[in-house]
């Protein structure tokens, strides 16, 4: 399950006692912190430093380039990106319009909604595994009393494949980016719809006028962060492809958990590496937007 | 007018149809598998012609080669969430106090780095995180798990708590302090009852984040006895003619808790998640 935080105003700090504080308050200070510190050091710094070190040979690299997968890999990642994040943002600010109209049964449809964000990824995607099966599957059995047609097999056809992958993610973190945007049209005062209304405007006009330009940044920030994110999601492609057919299926995030089931842990790192460029940026983004 | 209500209608059911069919067709279908003999499930039906718990009962009594443990691997992963969740909640809450209203020195340096470890992809912080946790010679140990989560929950935990501790008025610890309170009974008395509702939001989080995790525990964990119920459900995969029928059943009973725990907190994990997502 993933979580948001986007910025809030920051308080105005307390002027005051800050130089004359006793030193037993910055004694209880430190004691209170250490613990996340030690957590940091041991756990983040540590290994983000071996694992950089693993990968200092530019041999990994040489090697990784030469891996056909290494290179199907970064396009299938860029692929589920640009497409799946895009796709899955738009939906997402759609739906959040949908689900701030007062009635009850949207009241009652948004507590259903929420379902797949929060309940475990693997059995869900388990069960769309097997519903894509092309033989038993609930999808094709049911294309095929409509139809008479067998339907495709979904899952042995890479392009399919990752597009199910893509699929995947979209329905279990869509709940998740339109709960965001929906906080965000309801902060937008009602009067100023009243106000149009009033003026004659148009639904289209009602959003592009007044619901756009109070979302824009929110949508933004939404959408590099759900690019974060997304770039280190193994189950939706690892539990429903497992990379497969053939490895044609990878992106950064199982290739890197390939490598190291396999014990080529410089691979793993050296692929991580490959990513940062495309990462960077984005945190640097979200970095200057949090932290006031 | 009263037709032009109508249509409105008709316009939202329009949408509001498909979108409960794409939100509930796969727990549907767990749900399906779970009470369907194996022949029924695998012939695409949409109700079974008898419906029955055979597949509970067989799970509950572990009848089934890969379901030896399955009161066990249920057992480890709410040992490991709960554990998770209160030990995440005593760390971040420490942090963010001392951040907020201690001012600790070097508070916003710590504040920043747990924000940078909060954009780390997952997947990517797997690797080294499992390669260092063998150095640590904790493979095959639950604590590798849960101090894995906990690294990766207490970054965001800080950052909504610090938000959160930020907006209490500075003039309550002035007035603790001229009393003679203590760093501590300012926490105890004063900063944890004010705090609650963002601290179970907090404790929440970080236990659901912890039961739902599966990559960080199928690379730390492997023996069958130490293994979470999500990790065991990977495994089910192994086989060629896996019982998915009881695939099925273990993971509805491992997706109701969660689902009811998210129901129960709701008001405070919808305030408390999405807190700031709103800012001009």
């Known amino acids: 399950m993933s979580t948001i935080a986007l910025p809030r105003v920051e308080p105005a700090l307390p002027a005051g006692p800050a130089k004359k504080r006793l030193s037993t308050w910055q ?14 050091l041991v756990f983040v710094l540590y290994p983000i430093g071996y694992g950089l070190w693993l990968a200092r040979h530019p041999d990994s690299y040489v090697r990784l380039v030469e891996d056909p997968i290494f290179t199907r890999s970064v396009i299938n990642t860029l692929v589920f990106l640009i497409v799946g994040i895009n796709i899955k943002m738009v939906i997402a600010l759609f739906l959040s319009g949908f689900f701030v109209q007062a009635r009850w049964w949207i009241k ?7 379902l797949p964000w929060a309940v475990p990824s693997i059995p869900t995607i388990l069960s769309i595994r097997f519903m894509l099966n092309p033989e038993w599957g609930i999808i094709n059995s049911v294309i095929f009393r409509v139809t008479g047609l067998d339907g495709p097999n979904w899952l042995n056809d890479p392009t399919i494949a990752l597009a199910m992958a893509i699929t995947v993610h979209i329905w279990k973190s869509l709940p998740f980016w339109t709960l965001i945007l929906i906080a965000g049209r309801l902060a937008i005062p009602a009067e100023h719809y009243e106000a149009a209304s009033v003026d004659g405007a148009s639904t289209w006009q009602k959003f592009r006028f007044i619901t756009w330009p109070s979302m824009r940044t929110l949508y933004l920030t939404s959408t590099i962060l759900s690019m974060i994110w997304t770039l280190g999601d193994f189950n939706s492609v690892y539990l429903l492809t497992g990379g497969g057919p053939a490895d044609l299926t990878h992106v950064l995030a199982t290739l890197g958990i390939r490598y190291l089931r396999l014990d080529q842990v410089d691979l793993a790192m050296a692929a991580i590496v490959c990513a940062l460029p495309l990462v960077l940026p984005l945190v640097y983004f979200m970095m200057k937007r949090l932290s006031k | 007018m009263k037709l032009k209500h109508v249509t409105a209608e008709a316009k939202l059911l329009l949408i509001g149809i498909p979108v409960l069919l794409w ?27 008898h419906p029955t ?24 992963s709410l040992l490991i ?12 809450t420490g942090a963010a106090f001392a951040i907020s209203r201690l001012r600790v ?18 997947a990517f912080l797997a690797v080294p995180m499992y390669k260092t946790m063998g150095n640590y010679g904790l493979l095959n140990n639950q604590w590798a798990l849960i101090l894995a989560m906990i690294t990766i929950a207490s970054p965001y935990s800080i950052w909504v708590l610090k938000q959160a501790s930020d907006k209490l008025p500075y003039e309550l610890d002035e007035a603790a302090r001229i009393d003679g309170a203590s760093p501590l009974q300012l926490f105890r008395l004063v900063y944890v009852p004010l705090m609650m509702p963002s601290l179970v939001a907090i404790g929440t989080y970080a236990l659901l984040l912890a039961w739902n995790e599966y990559l960080y525990a199928f690379l730390l964990l492997s023996n069958e ?41 709701k008001r405070y994990m919808v305030g408390g998640l999405t807190a700031g997502a709103v800012k001009s």
């Open chain 2, 53 to 76: 718990l055979h597949n509970f009962e067989v799970v509950f009594r572990e009848q089934h080669y890969y379901l030896n443990h399955f009161w066990l691997q249920l057992w480890n």
């Open chain 1, 108 to 114: 009652w449809l948004s507590l259903l909604f929420i």
């Open chain 2, 81 to 92: 969430a709960v554990s998770v969740g209160a030990l995440t909640l005593l760390v971040a």
């Open chain 1, 27 to 40: 004694t209880w200070g430190l004691i209170l912190i250490a613990p996340y510190v030690l957590v940091f």
């Open chain 2, 225 to 265: 006895k130490q293994i979470t119920l999500g990790v065991a459900l990977g495994n089910f995969l192994a086989a060629d003619d896996s019982p998915w029928e009881l695939l099925m059943t273990v993971g509805l009973i491992y997706a109701l808790p969660p689902a009811a725990i998210y129901y129960a907190f």
């Open chain 2, 105 to 122: 020195k070097g508070g916003r340096l710590v504040m920043n780095l747990a924000l940078l470890t909060y954009f780390i992809p997952a």
């Open chain 2, 23 to 49: 939100t509930m067709l796969p727990i549907y279908h767990l749900f399906l598998f779970s009470i369907s003999p194996k022949e029924s499930a695998f012939a695409g039906k949409l109700w079974p012609d």
